[in-house]
């Protein structure tokens, strides 16, 4: 069975690979995409979520050190549970791990399989230290029992040590896998219906308290849920929906920066450009070392909406800083440029704009006023051409129109020409 499991967690891990997910890093979109862990999903409506993570891994190293723990001791946990009551085990201590993880860290993306190997540990534990029985007594030795110890203690206070660790998961897996090892029979000291019904009640009575944990999580946690549905909402068109969900989750819980972030989004899908500055500010100050693009570029285009082209200028610089292929945003620094009258740098920002999409007529026409401002008629003139020179139907006719006016306003051109 720790074979098959190995194999299981290893083919999952190959065909991310082949759908081309990044074997060394994959992103957050991608892993929640192959059914990790994250928090607003599974308290929603996406439960399913608590079985698929401990089959997902961030990475080679990730795999592979967890492959490795479970190599080394799903053998010993077989021997000692049977292969059926091992895989019981494995199962529901990875729910638990991944249970806990939303409970406490219901922001994070959460994956792996070191839930459920610390609830193998966790059931060797009292097997090993508690039980006296004879099937077992030659692996009671103190190296076995240092081992499983040493390996626990220093798994756990490495989690503490390092902020990319959840150590939630990891105890939550362990308490889930002590109850098992303490309370299950083990191969060969009990046989018949006696150990098959004891079992049963153990599962039973952990699956129990597993659904009724989660079910106290989600209320605990439910603005998560919430917002999760607002953000739904959104993504679905349903945006008022969206929008009303998403004003309740921040009543409740003010400094939900996620909630801030989708209802800046919705307000901006709704032109309601002063609410989406709000948003995207309190993002900023909830997080202010920020590097999402997103938001800057969204905070930088609401300000352009609402005549505040110099209020526009920071976060768009810090959005084409961050992502300095994105034609979109070396556009609106252009037009934040423009209207505060830096003619050279929005010359420039349009050049990069061009650039990164050669048949975007509106940055080649906005590139040429910025010549004309600066009094370069000549290289107004030739980009206001190019527009012109653009085929019926790939530009529109106001677009067009604008350009007409433009180079007949030139100096040296008259207006019927």
Same mark, same amino acid.
């Not at 059914?35 to 592979?64: Q, Y």
């Not at 979109?328 to 920002?349: E, P």
């Given at each position: ?88 085990l ?36 009292p ?29 756990l ?51 129990i ?34 929008i ?29 450009y ?10 900023l ?13 969204? %905070? =930088?285009? @609401? &300000? /352009?909406? !609402?005549?505040?082209?110099?209020? *526009? ?5 810090? #959005? ?12 609106? %620094? =252009?037009? @934040? &440029? /423009?209207? !505060?009258?830096?003619?050279?740098? *929005? ?5 990069? #704009?061009?650039?990164l ?10 590139? =040429?006023? @910025? &010549? ?7 290289? *107004? ?25 433009l ?11």
């Amino acid at each position: 069975m720790t074979m098959v499991l190995i194999a299981i967690n290893v083919l999952v891990f190959v065909a991310m690979a082949a759908s081309g997910v990044s074997p060394m890093e994959p992103t957050s979109l991608e892993l929640l995409k192959w059914g990790a862990s994250f928090g607003p999903h599974e308290l929603s409506n996406e439960w399913w979520r608590l079985f698929t993570a401990m089959f997902v891994h961030i990475g080679l190293l990730h795999i592979g050190l967890n492959m490795y723990c479970l190599w080394s001791l799903g053998p010993l946990a077989e021997r000692v549970f049977g292969p059926w009551r091992f895989l019981a085990l494995y199962l529901v201590s990875g729910v638990a791990g991944n249970v806990a993880s939303v409970g406490l860290h219901p922001m994070i993306v959460a994956a792996g399989a070191s839930g459920a190997i610390f609830g193998v540990a966790g059931a060797l534990l009292p097997v090993l230290h508690l039980r006296n029985i004879p099937a077992i007594v030659n692996l009671r030795g103190r190296r076995g029992r240092l081992g499983i110890g040493g390996f626990i203690v220093y798994n756990l206070m490495y989690g503490f040590a390092s902020t990319g660790i959840d150590n939630a998961a990891h105890i939550g897996g362990l308490l889930i896998g002590f109850i098992i090892g303490y309370a299950a029979p083990v191969a060969r000291s009990h046989t018949g219906r006696e150990a098959e019904w004891r079992t049963r009640g153990v599962l039973i009575a952990v699956a129990i308290f597993l659904t009724a944990t989660f079910v106290g999580v989600r209320r605990w946690r439910h603005g998560y849920a919430e917002m999760d549905l607002g953000r739904r909402a959104l993504i679905t068109g349903h945006t008022e929906d969206g929008i009303a969900r998403l004003v309740r989750v921040i009543h409740d819980d003010p400094d939900n920066e996620q909630a801030h972030y989708w209802l800046g989004a919705g307000y901006m899908d709704r032109h309601m450009y002063q609410n989406a500055i709000e948003e995207f500010e309190t993002v900023l100050r909830l997080r202010p070392e920020s590097k999402d693009v997103f938001v800057l570029a969204s %905070l =930088g285009a @609401a &300000y /352009l909406d !609402t005549d505040r082209a110099e209020q *526009a200028i920071a976060p768009l610089e810090k #959005a084409v800083q961050i992502q300095p292929d994105s034609a979109r945003n070396h556009y609106n %620094l =252009g037009l @934040a &440029y /423009l209207r !505060t009258r830096n003619f050279r740098a *929005a010359l420039g920002s349009f050049q990069q #704009a061009i650039e990164l999409r050669p048949d975007d007529a509106i940055a080649l026409l906005q590139h =040429g006023y @910025a &010549y004309q401002q600066l009094g370069i008629p000549d290289s *107004a003139r030739i980009d206001y051409a190019r527009v012109l020179s653009r085929p019926s139907g790939t530009i529109s006719d106001d677009t067009r129109a604008k350009a007409q006016n433009l180079i007949a306003g030139l100096p040296g051109i008259s207006k019927t020409h």
